[in-house]
Structure formats: C-alpha cells, structure tokens
C-alpha cells in the first residue's frame, strides 16, 4: 500500500502489516484482478468469522456513467428526508440555529435524527467500523460505532485501506462485522478509483477474505455540467431586498428555474417531511445555475450536483460484489433510500422504519433475508366475462362521425384466452396484483392487453388500475394524436355501468 510500508520482508505476515500486493510483488502471485473469474455461490470464510462480514465504499460524486465498463452498474439516486440532515448546510426554526459542515454544530447530536446502520448493528449484536462516514463521529443516541476515525481528509486514501484490513484481522470478540470507507472524489483528488479498489482487492485476497466479504460501492450523487453563462437571477424575477408581492408574470418565457412550495414538490424527492426544508425550494434546470444577485455566484464553470434525481447525469453508481449478491448483473435504477434495507438483509438483521421498501432489491440477492408478506385479501375478485360482443345500452358514448369503428371487432380483442389474461396480469402488475383490504367489496378484474383494472360493481368505477410502459423506442415525431372515441365496456352490465 503505502510505499513506506512496502517491503519483501516475511516478517510483515506475523505483524499482519504487509502491503496488499506483497504476495504479488515478492513472491510473483497473481494479482485479484489477473486471477479467473469466480462465481461465489457460498461464502469461503477463515475460520473465527461467524457470518461474512460487510463493507460499505462511498466514493463523493462518482457520476454513474463514469464506469460504463463494470458489470454490477446500479445507479442510485434520492437521499433520506426524515434523518434530519436535509442538506450540507440548513437551519433549524426550533433550534435557532445553523448546521454547516464548516462549523461545529455538525458534532452536534441534536441535528442526526435517524437511526445509523452502525447502531442498528450495535442494538442486534453486531460490531462495526467506520473510517470517515459522516455522522460517525458524532455521538449520536448516546454512543460512537465501537471503531471509528474522526474525519481527517488529509489521510491518503491508501492509508484508509490499509487501516480497514488491519480492523479485519482483528480478534473475534473485537473485529467488526460492518466496516465503512470513505473517499472524497477519487478523481479530482489525482487517484484512479482502481488502483484503489485492486488495492483492497488485493488485500483481500492476501487475508483469504475475497470470496468471504461482501462489498457495497456507491456514490452520493452524480455530476452536471454548467457554465457561468446558464444562470437564472432571483433579483430578475423578485425583489430581494424586501419581499413583497409585485404585480407581473409569474413566469417569464424559457424560465429554467421552477418554484415550489415543500408540500407541491414532487414525492419521489422526498423532500418535504422535516421542519429544517425551507418553504419555498427551486427546481432548477439541468445544466443551469440559480444566484441571489447578478455575479452573487462566482463558481459557476465546470459541473454542479442537485438536480432531478431522475436526470441520467445526476445517476450515481452502485456496485456490488461478494457471497451476498448476485454476479454479473445490471438493473435498472433504484433510489438510495433503499440501501439501508439492503445493508441490513446482508448482515442478516431487522432495520428500522425508514423511507424505503424493505424487499424491493431483493433481486440482487442469492438468497434474500426478507421476503415480504402482503396483507391477507378481504374481498376476492369476481369475474366479468364477455358474453356479448355488441352492448344493450350505448350509455351515451360515442365516436366522431370521421372515425370508421367495428365495435364488434374492437369488443372481441377483449375476449382474453387463459394465456393472454396472464400475461396481461404479469405484464402489467409486475409486484402482483393490488389485494382489496375492505370487507364486502364487489368487483371484477377487467383484463385487457393494455391494463388492469379491479372494477367495482358498488361504486361503478375502478377501485385500481395497474399498466406499464415499455421505454419509447423512437418518439421523433411523436405519433399523431387520435380523437376521442368511447364506447361502452361490454363486460360491465348498465345496470353497474356510470353515467
């Protein structure tokens, strides 16, 4: 690792100090990356290890994109709204008081709201290790993780790894079953994310711990990129010395910014259930930067993060490796709040309540931990069959006299086989189909190739519906709009029918 710790002397092995690649360089092994492939099916653990351990790499703003070339690439995207820290700097109204990670109310313990995973573990009996993760020096309900390093980013990032495969030879009774680490930006601070990683790698494989530990890589948040010409002016669209209501547009044309109050934000930025969110928040459009005054924002060249998580550039990575988790998988999107969840499965313990949904990344397990139990259906479905191809009652529904329509034609595509209605329902209710929790209720399953809907014969419209959309192959142009055409369900008796 460090080169003042790298020596072909044997007796760094006793002294558990050797540097990652002393077996490579002094004894001509082959390094973890040179070695073949190996599909980890059960976890190859030494002996004093009761369950694999788990460690959990942050690398700062590693863009997803940036490692197109790895395998296991999951972007990740929002961050938790209600363990209190909404923000690197915020201010609380019942506190009076500022949190900036450039003052001490960050080793304030009133501002961590949630619960650390490392606590979760301690409260399981589980040990754990945190080299720099945020929080982890705060004493947080009362107690540190059992090991932990107040932050110091001028500690080499090799020194870091170093430091955690030490913790890992550690006696049974002291070594820590989750371990985290901490980097700042691997790129812009002149290091090469895999040297890095075959570094630890390596390690690893010197410890025989490469088939036995499982490995979570992720980054906080991706990166955009802006430019001192792409700004909005808030002194350009309100008064800011004294606000006060002016008359004018609320919106001037090709406006790149967006106001919201925190309750209008959209919920999947969960974004709005802590006292500590201002009440007016701004969307901003990529690429674009907003400032207070004209020239109040003086860094503006070069790339921004903050935008909306669903914008591919703001995509984060994750990857994973180990006994634990499936190999060479890719998968589409998920949100980060979910990785508690995940941590908690692969260390085998029960979380706390959180923003996430405990389960929905189960498939990226070999064999998940948890397995969701749905609540026991009340009311089944009926059916609605198909008993005609023309209705009794039109219900006053109609087509433009331009538009040719075979309503008898059209009715019989609605005549599912066995086959089609499942794979209607797999299609589109891909979590299972939504169970009815009220006693009593009366409906039917209205399947057709495009949705499903659990039809209610009470109050005469869907109780649910459930489709999905395959991602547009080609929207240029954009198909032509059809006018309105409606005709009546024929499945659906008048007398149950809305008018």
């Not at 073949?36 to 099916?41: M, N």
């Not at 989750?178 to 890095?196: A, M, N, R, V």
């Not at 070069?302 to 994973?320: I, K, P, Q, R, T």
């Not at 209205?446 to 547009?472: E, H, N």
Request: net charge negative.
């Amino acid at each position: 690792m460090l080169q003042s710790r790298c020596h072909c002397s044997s007796d760094c092995l006793q002294a558990g100090d050797c540097c990652s690649n002393y077996k490579h360089v002094c004894h001509g092994e082959k390094s973890w990356v040179e070695d073949d492939c190996v599909d980890i099916t059960q976890h190859q653990c030494p002996s004093g290890f009761k369950q694999p351990p788990l460690l959990l790499v942050s690398l700062d703003g590693l863009r997803a994109d940036y490692l197109q070339t790895w395998k296991t690439l999951l972007p990740v995207l929002t961050k938790m709204e209600s363990n209190g820290l909404i923000d690197n700097g915020m201010y609380d109204p019942v506190f009076d008081a500022s949190f900036s990670l450039s003052n001490q109310e960050k080793n304030n313990p009133r501002w961590y709201q949630g619960q650390p995973i490392w606590h979760t573990a301690r409260y399981q009996g589980l040990k754990s290790g945190t080299f720099f993760w945020p929080g982890s020096d705060v004493q947080i309900n009362g107690s540190f993780p059992d090991i932990y390093e107040p932050y110091d980013g001028k500690v080499p990032f090799e020194e870091r790894v170093f430091t955690v495969l030490k913790w890992l030879q550690l006696p049974d009774d002291k070594r820590p079953d989750f371990f985290t680490l901490y980097l700042e930006e691997p790129d812009k601070s002149g290091h090469k994310f895999g040297t890095i990683s075959g570094g630890l790698m390596d390690g690893l494989k010197q410890l025989n711990l490469h088939h036995c530990l499982n490995i979570i890589i992720v980054a906080d948040h991706g990166m955009e990129d802006t430019d001192c010409d792409r700004k909005e002016v808030l002194q350009d669209l309100v008064e800011i010395k004294d606000l006060w209501v002016t008359e004018g547009p609320c919106k001037k044309p090709e406006q790149k910014i967006k106001p919201y109050l925190k309750q209008h934000l959209p919920k999947r930025f969960h974004y709005a259930h802590s006292r500590r969110i201002e009440d007016v928040n701004v969307w901003v459009t990529p690429k674009w930067l907003f400032e207070r005054s004209r020239g109040s924002l003086t860094f503006c060249s070069g790339g921004a993060h903050g935008y909306d998580n669903d914008v591919e550039s703001m995509h984060a990575m994750f990857l994973s490796h180990g006994p634990a988790f499936q190999q060479q998988m890719e998968v589409q999107p998920f949100s980060n709040i979910e990785l508690y969840n995940l941590m908690c499965d692969v260390l085998q313990i029960s979380p706390s309540p959180n923003n996430g949904t405990h389960g929905s990344l189960n498939h990226l397990l070999r064999r998940p931990h948890f397995l969701p139990r749905p609540p026991a259906e009340l009311s089944p479905p009926s059916r609605c069959p198909l008993l005609t191809l023309q209705p009794s009652d039109t219900l006053g529904c109609s087509c433009p006299p331009a538009i040719s329509v075979n309503d008898s034609l059209l009715n019989s595509h609605l005549n599912l086989t066995a086959a089609e209605a499942e794979e209607s329902m797999r299609s589109h209710a891909v979590l299972g189909r939504p169970v009815v929790l009220q006693q009593n209720e009366s409906y039917c399953l209205l399947q057709q190739r495009g949705f499903v809907s659990g039809y209610s014969q009470r109050i005469f419209m869907p109780l649910w519906s459930s489709f999905s959309l395959d991602p547009p192959v080609d929207l240029d142009p954009l198909p032509a709009v059809t006018s309105s055409c409606l005709r009546a369900d024929v499945r659906v008796p008048p007398s149950q029918s809305p008018r």
